[in-house]
């Protein structure tokens, strides 16, 4: 990392983890994507799931893909941060390549809904950092939907309720971004992550560094 | 502001006080103006003191001028955010024009040691975010102190004394910036001022913003 880069650090650190949930349509996976591509230090975390691999995935990157007996083994074993059923498949993040992860000072991005957030909360409360993303209003949520999927009135109206239920969970994050302005959206994410890993409780070698700084010679 | 500043929010938010310590030397004077010259939002705080203004001074600009009877009222009132006596003067923070400042959704800067920012604390928890900057060794703390003072060695092991003792206090801050390279030191201070900018408990208008965006029409 070059001199200037706000995101070098002095002191070794305990990593954290980085939630950011949206309603639909709200832009949060554009902003995941360019944060992860700028960031070395920033990994995307990968869930299992017992649906069947598509053409070209891969397991390990894509997926952990596992069938339904081994889920509800990591289940009964605590070995999920957060899992849900989705229609007839299971998804789950499993926890130790996370906490293996922020045990070497690196950070595990997470895109989940409000009750994924609720789940990783319960499980790993000192260690997690949540931004939900706004849309800048109604009308350019409606609009969005409606670019995106080109569907019906009616698909749109049902979309925009569900959006409407994950934001009435906006106060259970620690951030609230409102994407208006994409640029301005993933500064300020960036601006997020950088001051949370400067935190005085998250770098762990500061007490040696500042006994150094202070001892007589 | 243009479109792509991370420090704009959509939301009407109320201030914060940013506190900034370091020992002499580690270069929180330099990094204090530099955030101070590029954010419209943040405002230095004017100290209060009982000594005579020295030529070109102004009052209310560069301190409140205020006799050593005024001062004594002052503290009587508690109308200070912090006050203490250096050699024959005293100097106080006036909380009045910090609140309206922070009621405005301003952001106000303090430069006080580790006593000044103690005092804060106990009079202002919830709206203060305390950084603490901290040279990247003790050899090149003893380079600055030199290179800025042409002391003798007996008064740059005084100071040395002095910043051991400001640096002992570091665990009573919520951030540590290590100031090797001051670039990066800069773009660090001003990512922990757009990031407390975004936390929720701040964007006061949040609950109507949300409310807007949910509404059946």
């Given at each position: 990392m070059?001199?200037?880069?706000?995101?070098a650090t002095a002191v070794s650190r305990r990593g954290l983890m980085l939630v950011l949930s949206s309603p639909s349509g709200a832009g949060k996976s554009t902003i995941s994507r360019a944060i992860l591509d700028t960031d070395p230090l920033l990994t995307m975390s990968v869930s299992a799931t017992t649906r069947a691999p598509r053409p070209g995935?891969?397991?390990?990157?894509?997926?952990?893909f596992i069938d339904v007996?081994?889920?509800?083994?990591?289940?009964?074993?605590?070995e999920f941060?957060?899992?849900?059923?989705?229609?007839?498949?299971?998804?789950?993040?499993?926890r130790a390549p996370v906490e293996a992860?922020?045990?070497?000072?690196?950070?595990?991005?997470?895109?989940?809904d409000w009750q994924g957030?609720?789940?990783?909360?319960?499980?790993?409360?000192?260690?997690l950092v949540r931004i939900f993303i706004l849309p800048p209003s109604q009308a350019e949520l409606e609009r969005r939907l409606f670019a995106r999927a080109q569907d019906s009135e009616e698909v749109v109206r049902k979309r925009m309720a569900k959006?409407?239920?994950?934001?009435?969970?906006?106060?259970?994050?620690?951030y609230i971004v409102v994407n208006d302005e994409l640029d301005t959206s993933i500064a300020q994410v960036?601006?997020?992550?950088?001051?949370?890993?400067?935190?005085?409780?998250?770098?762990?070698g500061l007490r040696d560094f500042v006994g150094e700084l202070c001892a007589e010679r």
């Amino acid at each position: 990392m070059s001199d200037t880069d706000p995101q070098a650090t002095a002191v070794s650190r305990r990593g954290l983890m980085l939630v950011l949930s949206s309603p639909s349509g709200a832009g949060k996976s554009t902003i995941s994507r360019a944060i992860l591509d700028t960031d070395p230090l920033l990994t995307m975390s990968v869930s299992a799931t017992t649906r069947a691999p598509r053409p070209g995935e891969v397991d390990g990157e894509d997926y952990y893909f596992i069938d339904v007996a081994r889920y509800h083994e990591m289940v009964a074993a605590s070995e999920f941060l957060e899992h849900a059923q989705v229609f007839d498949n299971f998804y789950g993040t499993p926890r130790a390549p996370v906490e293996a992860a922020l045990a070497d000072g690196r950070d595990v991005l997470f895109d989940v809904d409000w009750q994924g957030t609720q789940q990783i909360a319960e499980n790993a409360r000192e260690d997690l950092v949540r931004i939900f993303i706004l849309p800048p209003s109604q009308a350019e949520l409606e609009r969005r939907l409606f670019a995106r999927a080109q569907d019906s009135e009616e698909v749109v109206r049902k979309r925009m309720a569900k959006a409407a239920d994950e934001m009435s969970h906006y106060a259970e994050y620690d951030y609230i971004v409102v994407n208006d302005e994409l640029d301005t959206s993933i500064a300020q994410v960036r601006a997020i992550l950088t001051a949370e890993r400067l935190k005085r409780d998250r770098q762990v070698g500061l007490r040696d560094f500042v006994g150094e700084l202070c001892a007589e010679r």
